[in-house]
């Protein structure tokens, strides 16, 4: 595997390249998604990668893929990464990183569960009392723990676009009221479950998001990357502190520093300094390590 990978070019149709995934297409049913060592920040892609990144995402996820089946099938498929790439160099490039996965059709909505006031949900609620129309007790401070986790879903935006959180009458209009319902509990279980899991190994989830598609049959599946620091904010518990801005183990890092720029947070992204790269290849293998081993 190579220690950093920006950008993959491999002897399959590319379909898409995301802000951090490239996806092929691996005949009619299937797909192989490459997750890079690319990141983005406010919905932009900045220049520079962090090493081991990627295998760190594909590993975290597959973990959870692992734990959550109970719950909900997922899109990982048995089909081994040297069945659709036999050239040995360009699989060697990939490996630990790639992942051959069932075609299905995507939903349009990111199901994004909250269990704490923070970021744009600490905005919101500062401006109105609540998150994403879902009213909250008076009084609580940045970062604190939510009575219980709420579902707050955004549209899923192209790249360089921004998400758009949306309401969950919203959500009914565009997916049907049963599966917007199937989407909302489906999505509250797992959080629940895994920030359960998380927290007895000293990782606050604050909060995350899911996607899902469809299979053939019109059934739920996960897709996509599950709990991970790129899809979810991780906290450590032993420095969590109501009332302040909780050091992270995910990208947060970067965007605070970002946060310190002269940057209108639009294309092309800031270069990052070494030691700013450095300390969030760190992060995301301290959070691998905490969960998976």
């Known amino acids: 595997m190579k220690e950093v990978l920006f950008e993959t070019s491999l002897d399959l149709p590319l379909i898409h390249r995301g802000k951090v995934r490239d996806i092929y297409a691996v005949g009619d049913a299937h ?20 090493p081991g ?16 089946r109970k719950i909900i099938r997922n899109h990982l498929s048995d089909i081994p990464l040297a069945e659709v790439l036999p050239d040995a160099s360009q699989r060697a490039e990939v490996e630990g990183r790639a992942i051959v996965v069932k075609k299905l059709k995507a939903l349009p909505v ?44 955004s549209t899923k935006a192209d790249v360089g676009d921004h998400d758009e959180n949306i309401d969950f009458g919203e959500t009914k209009k565009l997916l049907g009221a049963e599966l917007a319902e199937k989407i909302r509990d489906v999505s509250l279980k797992i959080y629940t479950s895994c920030a359960a899991y998380a927290r007895e190994r000293g990782i606050i989830i604050a909060d995350t998001k899911f996607e899902f598609g469809l299979d053939e049959n019109g ?48 294309p092309p992204g800031p270069k990052l300094p070494e030691d700013i790269i450095k300390k969030t290849a760190a992060k995301y293998r301290e959070a691998q390590v905490r969960l998976t081993d």
């Not at 420095?239 to 520093?257: A, H, I, M, N």
Request: aromatic letters at 12%; charged letters at 25%; glycine letters at 8%.
């Open 110 to 153: 990111e199901a994004i569960v909250r269990g704490y006031l923070i970021g744009s949900g600490w905005k919101d609620y500062q401006r109105s009392g609540g998150v994403c129309g879902i009213p909250l007790p008076k009084g609580l401070q940045m970062a604190d723990r939510l009575p219980e986790a709420i579902f707050t879903p």
């Open 53 to 68: 990144k990627g295998a760190v995402l594909t590993q975290v996820s597959n973990f959870w893929f692992r734990q959550t």
């Open 219 to 266: 059934e739920l599946v996960l897709i996509d990357e599950v709990l991970t620091p790129d899809s979810s904010r991780f906290w450590p518990l032993d420095t969590y502190k109501p009332g302040e801005s909780p050091e992270s183990f995910d990208k947060q890092f970067v965007r605070d520093y970002l946060e310190t720029l002269d940057w209108d947070k639009t």
């Open 31 to 50: 797909l192989l998604i490459v997750t890079t060592d690319r990141l983005s920040a406010f919905d932009v892609i900045l220049p520079d990668p962090i």
